[in-house]
């Protein structure tokens, strides 16, 4: 086959090639680069240790890596139900797509200041928790205080704001099981929760797969969400940068940051790639 | 491959389409407006008015009467300093007035950057702006390198629901910093609610706070005492005052919006990030000038200016925005809009009851007895960031973290001087003057 064709996919994909080379890996090993100088112009690790020694590296780290942890699992179980609600062709089937994918409109920046409308002392949250009696003095949800509650706030308003992007991956997983396997299953009597687990999730792997791995590398960079709703409470990797590169006014220092940030993102597919790898008989 | 007649047919047009593109996509670049009627296009980049609300209010109502037309652009420190440098490098560019702050110009003044103004300042003299300001202007040399453009200050308000809770025998408009303390206890032990509110989140301005209030107020200087008994002091004040401060306070930007919504009751903030409260609510709540410390009522005068580059591709259009924004009905418009003070001489427009409250109180702090004014930092240039930081960190290991301020101060001196040593500032009032950078201890 591939004789017949001689150059002609090369060539084909030359152009993409190029695109990616020209506009994604050059300036990925400059900001790589830019990492391993200092201002003054000389190179080395001293940006890269600056950015390790910084009083607010390790908190941003750990809260950075909490987020991914805690978002990725509670999106997943949302994202799922809400897609086999979709691929269950309930009426007003049309409505709930509509719904579930209401949030994919909005920025990131502009979901956090609802959720800030929401968690705020004198918002909606705490007017109708006091309105059903539920406590008779605001609870201040926001505080650099209750690091806590306030990671709880942002968990809620990501997996808001997100899972729709899962859910649409999953859906169109869902879609392409041949109906034959879920006949088969109810031929021989399986219940739903036996379906899902031995039909639909091992199908579904090549979906599961993707999305974990898009949805993870975005966990990695939420910034907007938490800058909306814990401004200096909380630090993150992606704020520390921005911080670096427009207030102090040092690129290295934010530079070592992002790349931080892609060798976490990297780490990870390498993982999900080799823990959920897709065999050939999975594929439908 | 084989073509067929049918193909080749299409691959005549495609190319000749393909190439019209390429030439449309050639086409000459655009060039400044030099045909537009008066001043044309004058690009003016600014560090301050950078908020959206406030660069709105640029747009539609204090620049809506100028003959031209102006593209403002507001930058966070970093950027502004960025983009006016790299147009000074490369020769050209598009920016030809810059509005900043006196200690942003003082860098770029040293890199011998601006323009003379002595011409304009000159034409506007019978406006009779402020000489001390005027006098800044000069930076030291015999040119006038940036004209004043308007001032601001910070001020405090309340609502008048907090009032009930003034401690015993004090004056609102003649606090001290300790009897503030003692108003949040008071308000926690009988409400049970943290109703102090200082603007601690990422826009907020808190860094200012110890730069040009607590710091002067407490210790007289701000460097020279940076790691003094009494800067101690005024740390372990403020870590004892945060038991009563909206634990909020860390996402507040803008204290207008939480004094408005009622989850804070006394705020500290700049006058332009005060006003809405102010004017939305005249009858709820209260502005007063800042309470007084050790050493006096400190307070932190900002001072803008605007400055063209040598650089500047339209100088004519930009000195008639400069004449334009100095006028006296652009001065007033100013003031109603974004709550920026003239520099001018003139009788302040009738104003609505909120503006006059903030004008009685930024009067008060003025005129008070021991009025300490407590200038914004002078020729830190791109160091400007890392030197606020180092405040900012200091605030969060003793304030929110609970650690000892006498190791954080110790821990940050380093850091402060480094920032000197790079900028090569001298030390600014209230510190003593200094030759050469400024010695931070």
């Known amino acids: ?284 | 491959m084989r073509t067929t007649n049918r193909s080749r047919r299409w691959r005549l047009p495609a190319v000749v389409a393909a190439v019209a593109l390429a030439i449309s996509a050639c086409g000459p670049a655009d060039g400044p407006d030099a045909t537009g009627d008066g001043a044309g296009e004058v690009v003016m980049v600014s560090s301050q008015l950078v908020p959206t609300a406030e660069q709105e209010l640029m747009n539609n109502e204090i620049l809506a009467d100028f003959a031209g037309s102006v593209e403002f652009v507001g930058l966070d420190a970093g950027p502004f300093n960025d983009q006016i440098r790299a147009q000074e490098e490369s020769g050209e560019g598009e920016i030809s007035v810059i509005g900043g702050l006196d200690g942003e110009f003082s860098s770029f003044a040293a890199d011998d950057l601006l323009t003379d103004l002595s011409d304009v300042a000159e034409d506007l003299a019978d406006l009779g702006i402020n000489e001390t300001y005027l006098e800044f202007g000069k930076l030291g040399t015999d040119q006038q390198l940036y004209i004043p453009w308007m001032q601001a200050t910070y001020v405090m308000a309340a609502r008048t629901e907090a009032l009930a809770y003034l401690p015993d025998g004090a004056d609102i408009n003649d606090l001290t910093w300790e009897q503030l303390t003692e108003w949040g206890a008071n308000i926690e032990a009988e409400t049970g609610e943290r109703r102090l509110g200082f603007p601690a989140g990422e826009d907020g301005l808190l860094h200012r706070f110890f730069q040009g209030y607590a710091y002067p107020a407490f210790t007289g200087g701000v460097n020279t005492t940076f790691t003094s008994p009494e800067a101690v002091e005024m740390w372990n004040w403020l870590a004892d005052t945060w038991q009563y401060v909206n634990p909020q306070s860390t996402t507040y930007g803008f204290m207008q919006e939480p004094l408005q919504s009622g989850e804070v009751w006394v705020a500290w903030d700049h006058t332009a990030r005060l006003i809405q409260a102010l004017e939305n609510q005249p009858d709820d709540i209260v502005a007063f000038p800042v309470p007084s410390g050790p050493e006096g009522k400190a307070y932190m005068p900002v001072v803008a200016g605007l400055a063209i580059p040598k650089s500047a591709p339209n100088v004519e259009g930009a000195k008639d925005l400069i004449r334009y924004l100095l006028s006296a009905e652009t001065q007033a418009t100013t003031l109603g809009a974004v709550s920026f003070f003239p520099v001018i001489e003139s009788e302040l427009p009738d104003v609505g009851p909120g503006l006059q409250a903030e004008i009685d109180a930024v009067e008060a702090q003025l005129n008070a007895d021991d009025a300490l004014p407590a200038y914004l930092p002078v020729g830190l240039g791109e160091q400007g960031g890392a030197y606020s930081q180092v405040f900012r960190d200091v605030f969060q290991a003793v304030v929110m973290d609970g650690g000892d301020a006498a190791e954080a101060l110790a821990a940050q001196l380093p850091n402060l001087q480094a920032v000197f040593e790079a900028s090569g500032a001298p030390c600014w009032p209230p510190d003593p003057e200094s030759d050469g950078p400024c010695q931070a201890q």
């Open chain 1, 1 to 284: 086959m591939t004789t017949r064709l001689g150059w002609a996919p090369y060539a084909l994909l030359l152009p993409s090639a190029l695109f990616l080379a020209v506009f994604f890996a050059t300036p990925m090993v400059q900001a790589f680069g830019l990492a391993l100088q200092q201002p003054d112009g000389s190179i080395g690790f001293a940006s890269v240790q600056r950015m390790l020694g910084d009083a607010s590296f390790s908190g941003a780290l750990l809260t950075t890596l909490a987020l991914v942890v805690l978002v990725i699992p509670v999106q997943f179980v949302l994202a799922m139900s809400m897609a086999l609600v979709i691929n269950a062709r309930l009426k007003g089937q049309g409505m709930w797509l509509y719904v579930y994918a209401l949030p994919l409109g909005i920025s990131e920046l502009a979901a956090g200041i609802v959720w800030v409308s929401i968690f705020t002392q004198s918002g909606w949250l705490n007017s109708i928790l006091m309105g059903l009696g539920v406590t008779d003095r605001p609870i201040t949800w926001q505080s650099a205080e209750t690091p806590f509650l306030l990671i709880a706030c942002i968990v809620i308003a990501e997996a808001w704001r997100a899972t729709s992007i899962i859910m649409i991956i999953l859906v169109a997983g869902l879609q392409s099981i041949p109906r034959e396997f879920m006949e088969a299953a109810d031929v021989y009597g399986a219940t739903n929760w036996q379906k899902i687990r031995r039909v639909v999730l091992p199908m579904l792997r090549p979906s599961l797969q993707v999305a974990l791995i898009l949805r993870t590398i975005l966990a990695f960079q939420v910034f907007a969400t938490v800058i909306a709703l814990a401004g200096r409470g909380l630090y993150v990797l992606a704020g520390e940068a921005q911080r670096w590169a427009t207030d102090i006014d040092n690129d290295n220092v934010a530079a070592a940051y992002a790349g931080l940030i892609l060798l976490m993102s990297l780490i990870s597919t390498v993982l999900f790639l080799v823990l959920l790898p897709t065999r050939e008989e999975h594929q439908a």
